[in-house]
């Protein structure tokens, strides 16, 4: 009989640090890759003759681990991760953006001379991994939540 009192100690005991385990995992794993690069700082001044689009994911608990390559008119340009943000410089026109992880989403910015646009992306869910979203949103939204974001590096060609 105390053979079983003292198995049934250890497994009161093993459980909590299994579940302490468990929470460790998940933490890991749903916080993923975060950027370590320089915090937001605007472009001053725009380059002549040229726009910018930021492309920006606001930090967020949720997906962080999610990651996806962002292309401009079908080049790469950066990875876009959890906290992050990359300054895309562009003659005036549109420019036609895309991010793929599982699926792929597209959006098109009408860039202007000298101007800043924002191009929020989100996540939602997926069959395997989170889908990235793009949308733009106005200066006075992306300016407030860029503030939080740091520095993407570029995708070398």
């Given amino acids: 009989m105390k053979n079983n009192r003292i198995f049934m100690t250890n497994e009161k005991h093993k459980k909590p640090s299994q579940l302490l385990a468990l929470?460790?995992?998940?933490?890991?794993?749903?916080?993923g890759c975060s950027v370590s690069g320089p915090a937001f700082k605007p472009l001053?001044?725009?380059p002549?003759?040229?726009?910018?689009?930021y492309i920006y994911r606001a930090p967020s608990f949720v997906g962080g681990g999610t990651y996806g390559?962002?292309?401009a008119n079908s080049t790469p340009i950066t990875k876009i991760k959890n906290g992050g943000y990359f300054p895309y410089i562009a003659n005036?026109?549109?420019?036609h953006f895309e991010v793929s992880t599982e699926a792929t989403n597209?959006?098109?910015?009408?860039v202007?001379?000298?101007?800043?646009?924002?191009?929020k992306t989100t996540i939602g869910m997926g069959f395997?991994?989170?889908?990235l979203k793009f949308s733009e949103v106005s200066s006075e939204i992306g300016k407030k939540e860029i503030s939080e974001c740091n520095l993407l590096e570029p995708v070398e060609p």
């Avoid at 002549?48 to 689009?53: F, I, P, R, S, Y």
């Avoid at 005036?92 to 420019?95: E, I, L, M, T």
């Avoid at 597209?106 to 009408?110: K, S």
Wanted: hydrophobic share 45%.
């Fill in 23 to 31: 929470i460790i995992l998940a933490l890991t794993a749903t916080t």
């Fill in 128 to 131: 395997l991994v989170g889908h």
């Fill in 48 to 53: 002549a003759n040229k726009g910018v689009v």
């Fill in 69 to 71: 390559t962002v292309t």
């Fill in 106 to 110: 597209e959006a098109d910015v009408i």
């Fill in 92 to 95: 005036p026109g549109p420019v």
């Fill in 44 to 46: 001053d001044p725009i």
């Fill in 112 to 119: 202007e001379l000298g101007k800043e646009k924002y191009l």
